[in-house]
């Protein structure tokens, strides 16, 4: 199916734009690029503080921490201080049953189902680093070396319960300017594709329609990604109304 014959295409642009251009949307929105921007100059800062944590850290909290849970139910670090405290609960001491301390820190930050396997998945990435601050660090310079967004993707999925999704959202969160042109075709964006019609599209041809849209409204295929998942029930439901209105 061609891209360029397909009714999808306006239908889509038609009703993300939209809900773009809705001027209580734009209130809610600019509010949530605020959130996105904090989380994303903290990380900053974070990696600059301390950047032989950086890595671990992001496996810990950002993929770990929130994986098979509700987000509302975590105690997600907020601030640089929470970061830093939380550095302190996890890196790695001499002796210590890592896999076992770990579990103990997820369950009482509110992940309970898995906590034991992903203990043993965050102690495998120190086994796997014999240990070594010196090599959690080498992991940050070898990553911040890596010129393309699936190449940095690949990277972050070579660690133990981080899969495809994680590998984009992690650096997705970080407003990483690799990932500018990226568009995450999760399971919400690729709902919004079908139901106008495009069932039948791959993963890469959803992602260049998202392209299309983004480069209408003058956006990055970044925001887009992000406003499409933040308003996701309400694209949906516009576009379920423009069909049923013919």
Same mark, same amino acid.
């Given at each position: 199916m061609g891209l360029d014959n397909i009714p999808v295409k306006e239908l889509l642009l038609k009703s993300i734009q939209t809900l773009y251009e809705d001027h $209580?949307?734009?209130?809610?929105?600019? #509010?949530?690029?605020?959130?996105?921007?904090?989380?994303?100059?903290?990380?900053?800062?974070?990696? #600059?503080?301390?950047?032989?944590?950086?890595?671990?850290?992001?496996? +810990? @909290?950002? +993929?770990?921490?929130?994986?098979?849970?509700?987000?509302?139910?975590?105690? =997600?670090?907020?601030?640089?201080?929470? !970061?830093?405290?939380?550095?302190?609960?996890?890196?790695?001491?001499?002796?210590?049953?890592?896999?076992? $301390? =770990?579990? @103990?820190?997820?369950? $009482?930050?509110?992940?309970?189902?898995? +906590?034991?396997?992903?203990?043993?998945?965050?102690?495998?990435?120190?086994?796997?680093?014999? !240990?070594?601050?010196?090599?959690?660090?080498?992991?940050?310079?070898?990553?911040r070396s890596i010129s393309t967004a699936e190449d940095v993707k690949k990277w972050w999925m070579q660690f133990d319960g981080i899969g495809a999704q994680y590998g984009k959202n992690i650096p997705m969160d970080e407003m990483d300017q690799r990932f500018l042109n990226y568009v995450k075709i999760d399971h919400r964006l690729s709902n919004i594709v079908d139901a106008s019609g495009g069932q039948k599209l791959n993963s890469a041809e959803k992602q260049e329609l998202y392209k299309f849209v983004a480069r209408r409204l003058k956006i990055t295929a970044w925001e887009i990604d992000r406003f499409c998942f933040s308003f996701y029930k309400e694209i949906i439901a516009n576009i379920s109304s423009r069909k049923n209105n013919g």
């Open positions: $209580s949307i734009q209130i809610n929105w600019k #509010a949530r690029k605020r959130e996105l921007k904090k989380l994303a100059d903290i990380l900053q800062k974070l990696e #600059a503080q301390i950047p032989e944590g950086y890595i671990p850290l992001r496996i +810990a @909290c950002s +993929a770990l921490l929130t994986q098979r849970v509700s987000l509302k139910t975590i105690n =997600f670090p907020k601030s640089l201080q929470d !970061w830093v405290e939380v550095w302190k609960q996890i890196k790695p001491k001499e002796k210590e049953n890592l896999s076992e $301390s =770990f579990s @103990c820190w997820l369950k $009482s930050r509110g992940n309970h189902r898995f +906590a034991n396997k992903f203990g043993d998945y965050y102690s495998n990435y120190w086994k796997s680093r014999n !240990w070594s601050l010196k090599n959690s660090l080498k992991d940050l310079n070898e990553l």
